[in-house]
């Protein structure tokens, strides 16, 4: 099993942080530079660098993650939105311990494309 970093913000966050949502294993924030009114961060407790290497938790944890984001998203008041996680530098991760971007709240309820996912595609 992972374990957390001393070096990780997320792991520090993940610690101790402003929780809009917590449960065994995983924490949700909200984002602090938010692409769309309802923008909130689902972070594993165990670090793992990127989605790549999600392998590294094992298959119940896996399923328990993917029950959070929908969990915290119902919390938030969401019940339509968009969920993203970025792999890798090029693509917009700026943050290297894995975790998911719930957004949703405005105009077609997320239907629109954050800019820095336009921007990664574009590079593409």
Known sequence: ??????????CSIAREGAYVHKAKGFVAINDINPKAPVHVLVIPEHHVDTFRDVGDFDARESKRMLEFVAETAEK???????????????????????????LGGGPGSGADVPSTVATAEAEL
């Open 76 to 102: 938030v008041g969401l019940t339509d939105y968009r969920v993203l996680i970025n792999v890798g530098a090029s693509a917009g991760q700026t943050v290297f311990h894995l975790h998911w971007h719930i």
């Open 1 to 10: 099993m992972p374990k957390q970093r001393k070096d990780c913000l997320f």
